[in-house]
């Protein structure tokens, strides 16, 4: 059996197990949780040589092309088109609310805008004063 075949049948059978025991269990002491947690935590470091000497060695050490630019580009993209999506769907909301005003009102709202890089650290100085 391939490696991406077992691993592969080893995760739809987790996905599985764990709909199976949310069905039979909705609600369960935490307790349960904590203990079914510590268990797979030791499932998982008992498999950690494993899965160093034999998953990731068959991952090439050295990636090919510009990865990391194309991989800082899709972020950007997706990233970009959720925050488009969300403006879009605020402005939606906003004009049919109150019209122009209601979309000048939730775009233009300083929470929004400000939230870039700094956007803790200006709503937490807000906050504070």
Known sequence: MKLRNKIALELGILGLLTVILLLAFPRRAPVVDFGLAAFALSLI???ANYTKEVVWASVPTKPPGDRQRRCWSL???????????????????????SGWAGVSA??????????????????????GS
């Open 45 to 47: 470091g008992g498999t």
């Open 75 to 97: 972020t950007l993209l997706f990233t970009g088109a959720g925050a488009l999506l969300f403006l879009a769907v605020g402005a939606a909301v906003g004009f049919r609310k």
């Open 106 to 127: 939730r775009i233009l709202n300083p929470g929004i805008l400000s939230s870039g890089p700094n956007a803790g650290s200006s709503s937490a100085l807000a906050a």
